[in-house]
């Protein structure tokens, strides 16, 4: 048994760690999170240059075609380091799209434009309030051309396609649902950037009138694939959560060991370790979720929609859990614009809803374990 | 990443297989499989002796303590190996667990501290279950903070003299022979005047008296000692270095990985898949939905965190420090879900009586038995303590008995 990353995995995430930790200081974030710059052009340059944004794309399309253990290992230095690029949008969700259900011509157009940082790409699936659901999607496509509205749309604002989810059919079924590519720059989309809780990652609101769209994949099989993406975006984001995860126990852990208080480092209180015990306890879970989905992910397996919404919860809560703690821990220094907390706490929060909440997720983990029951 | 076994796991895998096919007690089979925590007694047959009678088998044909060299009764072999046994073994590994303590801590301190001609004669018998072992730590003054004991021995010619009590010893009653911390000189500060023996439960002076728990169970004792005369041959490890003694016993305790700690998961989901409510089957109930999946990703977390150090064993690594949650989360997880299966069952519940009460009352004694698994082997808190300081390299807590001589420590709080 290996269930592990292997030698040459690890290389690849201390490749990431390094590369962050120099080209993405929380200085960096910032300048986004300030609202000086949409996202950091130069930092995602130098990710294309890494090989890092086509590292599951394969080589034939202009990647590096390393596959998706390697790109685990990265998103969770993204996620570590809150990069403030489009990273999760272009590459978990259109470039998996792409790769999933794009025909030879459409992969050729985008791919090789994700890799080399040209390109940047989103899924626009959700209309408001709510999670994926076919009854959901009312923006309509017909005869080629979208009308509708979708918000939140993840770094809608600055991508150059979208993958966009609409509506060809009324039959109450999934079938109704089909996949179109929208280029974001040929008119027809109107973009209006919308306010959120973590401005490093822009979320937009994008008005398609009489929009040109071509399809993704086979009319009526929209949703279908939909899900698979989902899945595979699921993993991938445990593993930024992961990231993040663990950048915040450090955290924590390290003020412990330098604020002194009643005379003594605070670390050494219990009430304090047990608070980061159990930050370490929910970190370790969500890893251990997390690389069972990698394995799932890596290999196509059955066990893959069982393996994404169980690391998706897990890494969701611990993410949370974290952050939040990293917080108390700081005390009123946790509470304030210039200490880094709140960064993690906002980004920890994004993530637990933008692929769509907890309670969807905990439905869907429960639905799939019933089904793998019933085989 | 993979799942798969090298080839030697294979074959190793095959062979043991093979073998507990062939001669594993298979009328216990079902019994084993679906007993749960609180309640793992064999209906019309004794377990120790069924399980006595397992172990000895095992060790005939040279599979008892595989990790154990083979001239202490065990068959040498690595870690990973251990951990396919276990495997493989599955339900059965649950009639292990009146050998555990003494495999797992009184063996391995044995090893390290014993005289030779003293592992060749107690060892043996010990991996093949014909005598069991319990460890005598725990004191009324001293749990969480052991090394507070106040057990004595004293010094007469070639013997020392035990005169005290402990607590809390599981098997004692069934046991032959215990590893046993004392103190030894209470005019120094408390880690440093302790002492390790080990000792023939049937000395003269010996008194075991059942301890009846909250569950209404007797697993675990109190165990008196009067004049209780231990010789000096089986004093283990210097005078006054028992602390350092008992560090080795108890980091044998956090080695043993792999061998599955109870969640009450599987028992909650299957119990939900069948279950109706007042408006529908319960596996459809949107928060029982939401509990269940919290509890399946928490029990899923600690399965493939053990595969995690598993694969370490199996490249021959030292496992990360990661398997110290296992009891920390199997051990509040199993009582919150006893407590919902319950509130699940609605007034009835309350009962508890293998006729009346739903699954004749399996999540009834698992809320009863659970409150000890926050406290056996290291409470909640003390585990939350050795992750902050051993993992995470925060400070160790402030002790104000560190440098008072034993003697000195308060013994009361409020007067």
Not at chain 1, 42 to 58: R, T
Not at chain 1, 197 to 203: C, S
Not at chain 1, 261 to 289: C, E, W
Not at chain 2, 321 to 327: L, M, Q, R
Request: net charge neutral; charged share 25%.
């Amino acid at each position: 048994m290996n269930f592990d990353f292997s030698d040459e995995q690890k290389q690849m995430r201390d490749a990431a760690r390094k590369f962050l930790a120099e080209k993405c200081p929380p200085k960096a974030v910032r300048e986004v999170l300030d609202g000086k710059a949409t996202y950091d052009k130069a930092l995602w340059k130098g990710l294309a240059e890494m090989g890092f944004l086509g590292v599951a794309i394969p080589e034939e399309f202009g990647g590096a075609g390393a596959g998706h253990l390697e790109l685990c290992v990265i998103a969770e230095e993204m996620g570590r380091a809150l990069a403030p690029v489009p990273f999760s949008s272009t590459v978990y969700l259109a470039a998996e799209a792409l790769l999933l259900a794009g025909s030879d011509a459409q992969k050729q157009k985008w791919l090789p434009k994700i890799a080399s940082g040209d390109a940047s790409g989103t899924l626009a699936l959700f209309e408001g309030k709510g999670n994926p659901s076919p009854q959901a999607i009312k923006l309509s496509a017909s005869g080629g051309t979208l009308n509708g509205v979708k918000k939140p749309v993840p770094d809608g604002a600055i991508a150059d396609f979208a993958v966009v989810a609409a509506r060809t059919g009324s039959t109450g079924r999934d079938a109704d649902i089909s996949l179109f590519l929208v280029d974001l720059k040929a008119g027809g989309v109107e973009v209006r950037s919308l306010t959120n809780i973590d401005p490093t990652h822009g979320q937009a609101e994008l008005t398609f009138k009489n929009c040109k769209a071509e399809p993704l994949g086979a009319a009526g099989e929209g949703w279908g694939i939909l899900t698979q993406v989902l899945d595979r975006a699921a993993v991938l984001m445990a593993f930024e959560q992961v990231g993040g995860s663990d950048r915040a126990l450090e955290m924590g852990r390290d003020y412990a060991l330098d604020r002194i208080a009643f005379g003594r480092p605070i670390g050494s209180f219990q009430a304090v370790k047990h608070i980061l015990a159990d930050m370490y306890v929910s970190a370790t879970l969500a890893r251990s979720n997390c690389y069972y989905g990698a394995w799932a992910l890596s290999t196509n397996a059955s066990e893959l929609p069982e393996a994404a919404a169980a690391a998706r919860i897990s890494a969701t809560q611990a993410f949370q859990h974290c952050s939040k703690n990293n917080m108390q821990v700081h005390g009123g220094m946790g509470f304030t614009w210039e200490f880094d907390c709140h960064m993690y706490y906002r980004r920890a929060n994004a993530t637990a809803v933008t692929l769509g909440s907890l309670s969807y997720w905990e439905d869907q983990l429960i639905d799939r374990m019933r089904k793998k029951n019933a085989a | 990443m993979n799942f798969d076994d090298t080839p030697q796991e294979a074959a190793f895998r095959a062979e043991a297989k093979a073998w507990i096919g062939a001669n594993a007690p298979k009328q216990y089979e079902e019994e084993l499989r679906k007993s749960s925590l609180g309640r793992t007694v064999l209906k019309g047959a004794n377990i120790l002796e069924v399980a006595k009678a397992w172990q000895k088998k095992k060790a005939d044909a040279g599979w008892a303590c595989l990790h154990w060299p083979k001239e202490y009764g065990g068959r040498g072999s690595s870690p990973i190996e251990r951990v396919i046994w276990q495997q493989e073994e599955g339900p059965f590994g649950k009639l292990s667990g009146m050998f555990i303590i003494g495999h797992g801590m009184c063996g391995p301190t044995m090893m390290a501290f014993a005289g030779e001609e003293e592992k060749r004669k107690y060892l043996p018998p010990l991996a093949s279950g014909e005598k069991v072992w319990c460890q005598l730590f725990s004191e009324p003054a001293g749990g969480s903070d052991v090394a507070g004991l106040r057990t004595r021995a004293e010094k007469q010619g070639d013997d020392w003299i035990i005169n005290g009590q402990k607590i809390w010893t599981s098997g004692a009653h069934y046991s032959d022979y215990g590893i046993l911390l004392t103190r030894t000189d209470p005019n120094v500060a408390k880690h440093k005047g302790l002492t390790m023996f080990f000792l023939d439960m049937k000395s003269p002076g010996v008194e075991v008296r059942p301890i009846k728990q909250a569950s209404g169970q007797s697993d675990f004792n109190e165990v008196y000692f009067t004049d209780v005369k231990i010789p000096d041959s089986q004093r283990l490890g210097a005078v006054n270095d028992g602390w350092n003694v008992s560090l080795t016993t108890l980091m044998n305790e956090r080695m043993s990985i792999g061998a599955g700690v109870s969640t009450g998961f599987p028992e909650l989901f299957d119990f939900c898949n069948s279950l109706m409510l007042d408006d529908g089957p319960a596996i459809e109930d949107r928060n029982v939905r939401s509990r269940l999946a919290n509890y399946a990703v928490k029990a899923s977390g600690l399965k493939y965190t053990s595969m995690r150090a598993i694969s370490a064993l199996s490249k021959g690594d030292r496992p990360g420090p990661e398997n110290s949650i296992g009891k920390l989360v199997a051990g509040s997880m199993v009582q919150e879900v006893a407590m919902y299966a319950l509130d699940l069952q609605g007034a009835a519940g309350v009962l508890s009586g293998p006729e009346d009460a739903e699954i004749a009352g399996k999540f009834q004694a698992m809320l009863l038995r659970a409150p000890g698994t926050r406290v056996e082997g290291g409470t909640d808190e003390i585990m939350r303590n050795i992750i902050a300081e051993r993992v995470l390299g925060l400070p160790g807590d402030i002790r104000v008995d560190k440098d008072v001589p034993f003697n000195k420590i308060p013994t009361k709080g409020r007067a």
